[in-house]
C-alpha cells in the first residue's frame, strides 16, 4: 500500500513536470555544484540509492527521495523533499545496530526542507561557491530498517571550478551534520542485546570532490569522491569511511538521468564481532551503493 | 508475497513519460534567412570563409579567453552596388548540453551590427534570443570590454548561454582584427 501510495506520488509529480522543462542538472550523484535555481524557476527530482553487502548475511535497502526546488531568488534556492526507504536483510545480527531480520517494502521514512545561497557563481565570477542548511526528519533507521526518530541540521558548502569551456567541471563540498535521534524500544530483542532507547547525538563530517566532463553532446562521465566520519557522545570516533565512483550523466531535452556506482574503498572505526573486512566500515555503512537519479526542470 | 521495492519501477514508468514530453523547436534561421535578417539592404553575400591558422588561433585564443576548434571560420562578405557593407560571420559555442549556433553581422569598420540565434538546441537559456540582451553588442569593437556581470548583463536562467555567446562574439571580433579589418594579412 505504502509503495504503491508513493510511486504514484511520484509518477504525478514527475508527469506533471514533463509538460515542460528547464534542465539545471545534478551532474553527479552525492556530490553537488555551486548554481542555483533562478528566480521563480521550479524542479523536481527523484532519487534511488540502493545500498547493498554488509559483509555478512543479506543486506539490501533502497532509498527513495522525492524533492522539489524553487528559485526564491536568483541566488536563493528553497526545496523540500519527502523520503521513503526499503529493506531486506537476514543473517545480520549487530549489537546495538541491527538487532536482527527485517523486510518490508517502501515506506515513508522522512522530510526533509533544505536552503541554497549562492554567494559566488562558477560562470560568472569564475569560481563558484555555495551554501546550504538542511533540516530532516526521520522515523525510520536507513540501518536496521527499525523504528528511530532523527531530527539532523546540517550545513553545507559547495564549491565549482570550470574548465576548457565550462566542459569540464570540478566539484567540492564539506558538510557538517548535527543529530539528534531516539530509538523506540523493541520488544523480542535476542537476549542480551544492546538496544539504547536514551537520546544520543552525533555529529558527521563529510568532505569530497568530483570531476566530470562533457564526452559528447548531452553526455557528461566523470568520478567523485567522499571521505565521512561521525562521532558519538559515548564512543567518539565512531565510524570513518572513504567512497569513490564513476558517475555518467545523460541530458535529453526534456529530462536528464545521472547513475553513480559507488564503493567504499577504506573504513574503519566501530566493527562487528567475526567482520572480515576490516579494513571496512560495516555497520552503518555497506560495501557498495548505486545511486540513480532523474531530474525535471519547469 | 515479496514486497520490497524494486528501484527500476520508478524510471520505467517514468522515462516513457519523459520522452513523450513535448519537444522544442530548434530551427530559428537558416544561414540565408540570418543574413537577410542582419543585413536587409544587401544584394549578395559573398562566401569568404577564414583559414585559422596556428597564430590566428592563439590570436583569438589569447583575446578571447576561448578555444578555437574548427580550422575555417565560415564568413561571407555583404554587398550592395559592390559596395561592401559589412561582414557576416556564423559560429558556434557551447551550450550545456549541445553547440548553440549564432550569427555575427560586423560593420565594414568592425562593430558589432547585431546577433542572431540560427540553432538552439538546449532545454533552457533561449531568452539570448532577447533582442534588448543582444543589443548590448552593438556598436561594441575589438578591444572593448565585454565581460558577463560586467558590461554585458546576465539574464537569470541563461547564465551558460549568456556566458558562451558573450565569449562568442569576443572570439568573432577577435577574428575580424586578425582576418577580416583591411590591411589584415
Same mark, same amino acid.
Given at each position: 500500500?505504502?509503495?504503491?501510495?508513493?510511486?504514484?506520488? $511520484?509518477?504525478?509529480? *514527475?508527469?506533471?513536470? $514533463?509538460?515542460?522543462?528547464?534542465?539545471?542538472?545534478? *551532474?553527479?550523484?552525492? =556530490?553537488?555544484?555551486?548554481?542555483? *535555481?533562478?528566480?521563480?524557476?521550479?524542479?523536481?527530482? =527523484?532519487?534511488?540509492?540502493? %545500498?547493498?553487502?554488509?559483509?555478512?548475511?543479506?543486506?539490501?535497502?533502497?532509498?527513495?527521495?522525492?524533492?522539489?526546488?524553487?528559485?526564491?531568488?536568483?541566488?536563493?534556492?528553497? $526545496?523540500? $523533499?519527502?523520503?521513503?526507504?526499503?529493506?531486506?536483510?537476514?543473517? +545480520?545480527?549487530?549489537?546495538?545496530?541491527?538487532?536482527?531480520?527485517?523486510?518490508?517494502?517502501?515506506?515513508?521514512?522522512?522530510?526533509?526542507?533544505?536552503?541554497?545561497?549562492?554567494?559566488?557563481?562558477?560562470?560568472?565570477?569564475?569560481?563558484?561557491?555555495?551554501?546550504?542548511?538542511?533540516?530532516?526528519?526521520?522515523?525510520?533507521?536507513?540501518?536496521?530498517?527499525?523504528?528511530?526518530?532523527?531530527?539532523?541540521?546540517?550545513?553545507?558548502?559547495?564549491?565549482?571550478?570550470?574548465?576548457?569551456?565550462?566542459?569540464? +567541471?570540478?566539484?567540492?563540498?564539506?558538510?557538517?551534520?548535527?543529530?539528534?535521534?531516539?530509538?523506540?524500544? +523493541?520488544?523480542?530483542?535476542?537476549?542480551?542485546?544492546?538496544?539504547?532507547?536514551?537520546?544520543?547525538?552525533? +555529529?558527521?563530517?563529510?568532505?569530497?570532490?568530483?570531476?566530470?566532463?562533457?564526452?559528447?553532446?548531452?553526455?557528461?562521465?566523470?568520478?567523485?569522491?567522499?571521505?565521512?566520519?561521525?562521532?558519538?557522545?559515548?564512543?567518539?570516533?565512531?565510524?570513518?569511511?572513504?567512497?569513490?565512483?564513476?558517475?555518467?550523466?545523460?541530458?535529453? %531535452?526534456?529530462?536528464?538521468?545521472? =547513475?553513480?556506482?559507488?564503493?567504499?574503498?577504506?573504513?574503519?572505526?566501530?566493527?562487528?564481532?567475526?567482520?572480515?573486512?576490516?579494513?571496512?566500515?560495516?555497520?552503518?555503512?555497506?560495501?557498495?551503493?548505486?545511486?540513480?537519479?532523474?531530474?525535471?526542470?519547469? | 508475497?515479496?514486497?520490497?521495492?524494486?528501484?527500476?519501477?520508478?524510471?520505467?514508468?517514468?522515462?516513457?513519460?519523459?520522452?513523450?514530453?513535448?519537444?522544442?523547436?530548434?530551427?530559428?534561421?537558416?544561414?540565408?534567412?540570418?543574413? @537577410?535578417?542582419?543585413?536587409?539592404?544587401?544584394?549578395?553575400?559573398?562566401?569568404?570563409?577564414?583559414?585559422?591558422?596556428?597564430?590566428? #588561433?592563439?590570436?583569438?585564443?589569447?583575446?578571447?579567453?576561448?578555444? /578555437?576548434?574548427?580550422?575555417?571560420?565560415?564568413?561571407?562578405?555583404?554587398?550592395?552596388?559592390?559596395?561592401?557593407?559589412?561582414?557576416?560571420?556564423? !559560429?558556434?559555442?557551447?551550450?550545456?548540453?549541445?553547440?548553440?549556433?549564432?550569427? /555575427?553581422?560586423?560593420?565594414?569598420?568592425?562593430?558589432? @551590427?547585431?546577433?542572431?540565434?540560427?540553432?538552439? @538546441?538546449?532545454?533552457?537559456?533561449?531568452? /539570448?534570443?532577447?533582442?534588448?540582451?543582444?543589443?548590448?553588442?552593438?556598436?561594441?569593437?575589438?578591444? !572593448?570590454?565585454?565581460?558577463?556581470? !560586467?558590461?554585458?548583463?546576465?539574464?537569470?536562467?541563461?547564465?551558460?548561454?549568456? #556566458?558562451?555567446?558573450?565569449?562568442? /562574439?569576443?572570439?568573432?571580433?577577435?577574428?575580424?582584427?586578425?582576418?577580416? #579589418?583591411?590591411?589584415?594579412?
Amino acid at each position: 500500500m505504502h509503495k504503491t501510495a508513493f510511486g504514484l506520488l $511520484a509518477g504525478l509529480l *514527475l508527469a506533471g513536470t $514533463a509538460l515542460s522543462t528547464r534542465a539545471d542538472e545534478n *551532474l553527479f550523484g552525492y =556530490l553537488s555544484g555551486a548554481e542555483t *535555481l533562478p528566480k521563480g524557476a521550479k524542479e523536481a527530482y =527523484l532519487w534511488v540509492t540502493h %545500498r547493498t553487502d554488509k559483509g555478512v548475511g543479506h543486506y539490501s535497502a533502497y532509498d527513495v527521495t522525492a524533492e522539489y526546488e524553487y528559485g526564491l531568488t536568483p541566488r536563493l534556492t528553497g $526545496a523540500v $523533499a519527502l523520503k521513503g526507504q526499503s529493506i531486506d536483510t537476514h543473517g +545480520i545480527v549487530i549489537d546495538g545496530y541491527v538487532p536482527g531480520d527485517e523486510k518490508y517494502g517502501l515506506r515513508a521514512s522522512g522530510f526533509e526542507a533544505k536552503l541554497k545561497y549562492k554567494f559566488l557563481s562558477p560562470l560568472i565570477d569564475g569560481f563558484g561557491l555555495a551554501s546550504t542548511v538542511a533540516l530532516e526528519h526521520n522515523w525510520l533507521d536507513p540501518h536496521s530498517g527499525r523504528d528511530k526518530d532523527t531530527t539532523s541540521l546540517t550545513l553545507g558548502l559547495q564549491m565549482q571550478k570550470n574548465f576548457l569551456d565550462d566542459q569540464l +567541471i570540478s566539484v567540492a563540498n564539506f558538510a557538517v551534520e548535527s543529530t539528534y535521534a531516539v530509538r523506540e524500544p +523493541i520488544a523480542d530483542l535476542p537476549p542480551g542485546f544492546d538496544w539504547p532507547t536514551n537520546p544520543e547525538m552525533e +555529529i558527521e563530517l563529510t568532505g569530497g570532490a568530483g570531476l566530470t566532463y562533457r564526452v559528447a553532446p548531452r553526455w557528461f562521465v566523470g568520478a567523485e569522491t567522499f571521505y565521512q566520519t561521525e562521532f558519538e557522545t559515548e564512543v567518539g570516533q565512531e565510524r570513518w569511511s572513504w567512497h569513490a565512483g564513476p558517475s555518467v550523466h545523460y541530458a535529453a %531535452r526534456s529530462w536528464w538521468v545521472t =547513475l553513480t556506482w559507488l564503493r567504499q574503498l577504506r573504513g574503519g572505526g566501530e566493527t562487528y564481532p567475526g567482520q572480515t573486512d576490516t579494513d571496512l566500515h560495516l555497520i552503518e555503512k555497506t560495501k557498495q551503493e548505486v545511486r540513480f537519479k532523474l531530474g525535471y526542470n519547469f | 508475497m515479496n514486497d520490497t521495492f524494486h528501484w527500476w519501477t520508478v524510471p520505467a514508468i517514468v522515462i516513457p513519460a519523459a520522452v513523450a514530453a513535448p519537444a522544442y523547436a530548434v530551427q530559428y534561421f537558416t544561414v540565408a534567412q540570418a543574413q @537577410r535578417a542582419l543585413f536587409p539592404s544587401a544584394a549578395a553575400f559573398v562566401s569568404r570563409p577564414v583559414a585559422l591558422s596556428a597564430a590566428r #588561433k592563439d590570436f583569438i585564443q589569447d583575446y578571447s579567453g576561448v578555444r /578555437v576548434r574548427a580550422e575555417r571560420q565560415p564568413v561571407w562578405r555583404a554587398e550592395a552596388d559592390g559596395q561592401l557593407l559589412g561582414w557576416f560571420v556564423l !559560429d558556434e559555442v557551447y551550450g550545456k548540453h549541445e553547440f548553440i549556433t549564432y550569427a /555575427v553581422a560586423l560593420d565594414p569598420q568592425g562593430g558589432v @551590427r547585431g546577433i542572431e540565434i540560427l540553432d538552439y @538546441r538546449e532545454t533552457h537559456g533561449g531568452e /539570448v534570443r532577447d533582442k534588448r540582451w543582444q543589443a548590448q553588442f552593438e556598436g561594441k569593437h575589438y578591444g !572593448d570590454r565585454l565581460r558577463l556581470g !560586467d558590461t554585458v548583463q546576465n539574464i537569470s536562467g541563461a547564465t551558460l548561454s549568456c #556566458k558562451h555567446i558573450t565569449e562568442g /562574439v569576443r572570439r568573432v571580433l577577435a577574428l575580424y582584427e586578425t582576418a577580416l #579589418k583591411e590591411g589584415a594579412d
